[in-house]
């Protein structure tokens, strides 16, 4: 199994730009998890999935994220008009109840 | 505030010797998880505990659950450079995989 898949890996682009970064989770895995890592913040939740449906988006910091599960296999955050404040690493995760597996991480900079 | 509080924030010690890593939870716990990060990766799985008094063990690596006090602890045994990282403690807060992060702890092992 390849794991979950995050792509971009590295992103840079100026303020005010739409930016969507792209999970592809591990097959048959039904939770799927969205975080954001900072050093002041740590590692933020953002929004989870349970079976493609939108479970908890408390920690969406504002209306300019969104978050879609459109199938089992593809999820994406986007960040519409992206802020320098937004700079941070965004992980994906998915799995089944008890046990969670992360993918690498998208580097985004926001200049 | 933070639902997961880590202690300590970091440490330093000497290879071979032994440490102990506690995570407290401000709210009663449904499933408790440990992850390990190398600097700028992603997390890696390391054990999940779900019963009070369980106890998990992988390689050198120790892990507690005491339900009553909200707390778990992981401990490694005759610690090695390969052990640096960041541990961070994950907590299901609700029942429903909400899955929440402490704020980590830095450890790094001199030779």
């Known amino acids: 199994d390849a794991g979950v898949i995050q792509s971009p890996r590295h992103e840079v682009t100026e303020m005010g730009q739409e930016v969507t970064l792209r999970c592809k989770p591990i097959?048959?895995?039904?939770?799927l998890f969205w975080y954001r890592q900072t050093m002041m913040r740590g590692l933020e939740l953002l929004i989870y999935?349970?079976?493609?449906?939108?479970?908890?988006d408390s920690g969406m910091p504002e209306d300019r994220f969104s978050a879609k599960m459109p199938n089992a296999s593809f999820s994406t955050l986007k960040i519409q008009p992206s802020e320098p404040r937004d700079s941070a690493v965004y992980f994906c995760?998915?799995?089944?109840?008890?046990?969670?597996?992360f993918g690498s991480g998208t580097r985004l900079t926001v200049v | 505030s933070q639902e997961l509080e880590q202690s300590p924030q970091s440490l330093i010690v000497q290879e071979g010797k032994n440490l102990t890593i506690n995570c407290t939870s401000s709210?009663?716990?449904?499933?408790l998880y440990w992850y390990k990060q190398k600097y700028g990766e992603g997390l890696i799985f390391l054990m999940m505990?779900?019963?009070?008094?369980e106890e998990k063990s992988h390689e050198k690596i120790t892990a507690k659950l005491d339900e009553k006090k909200q707390q778990s602890s992981l401990h490694i045994t005759a610690s090695q450079p390969s052990h640096a990282g960041i541990y961070l403690c994950?907590?299901?807060?609700?029942?429903?995989?909400?899955?929440?992060f402490g704020t980590g702890t830095r450890l790094l092992v001199s030779p």
């Open positions: 995760a998915s799995g089944l109840r008890g046990g969670y597996t």
């Open positions: 097959s048959g895995h039904d939770y």
């Open positions: 999935f349970n079976n493609n449906v939108p479970i908890d």
């Open positions: 709210k009663t716990l449904y499933g």
């Open positions: 505990l779900q019963k009070g008094g």
């Open positions: 994950g907590a299901d807060m609700g029942g429903f995989q909400k899955l929440v």
